[in-house]
Nanobody
């Protein structure tokens, strides 16, 4: 059973930066598909960024249009941690951010919906003030 713990959220002004971390435990393989989602009050949980990582192919990264060019997802395989670097933050980025992991790996699958992920963290709050 994979367990995920997010950290790094907080309060930041418009234009500021934060780096979120998603630390995993209980993995039985090194190839992973991990995604970041966010959920604002009264809204559905939405996809933010994803990474498919394997030792032989490296990482394939993909993003929601709303964060392209501002957010970067990365993986530190040795630390079992996936990061989300968030730059040029806007008030509309305010939400609870969750990381999630798929129970199986495929380099050709780009998972962008909640139902496609099997394991979830508890979330970390990000607030961007105007």
């Amino acid at each position: 059973q994979v367990q995920l713990v997010e950290s790094g959220g907080g309060l930041v002004q418009t234009g500021g930066s934060l780096r979120l971390s998603c630390a995993a435990s209980g993995r039985t393989r090194s190839s992973i598909i991990v995604g970041w989602f966010r959920q604002a009050p009264g809204k559905e949980r939405e996809f933010v960024a994803g990474i498919n990582w394997s030792a032989w192919s490296g990482g394939t990264r993909y993003y929601a249009d709303s964060v392209k060019g501002r957010f970067t997802i990365s993986n530190d395989n040795a630390a079992n941690t996936v990061y989300l670097q968030m730059n040029s933050l806007k008030p509309e980025d305010t939400a609870v951010y969750y990381c999630a992991e798929s129970g199986r790996y495929s380099g050709s699958r780009y998972l962008k919906t909640v139902d496609e992920y099997d394991y979830w963290g508890q979330g970390t709050q990000v607030n961007v003030s105007s």
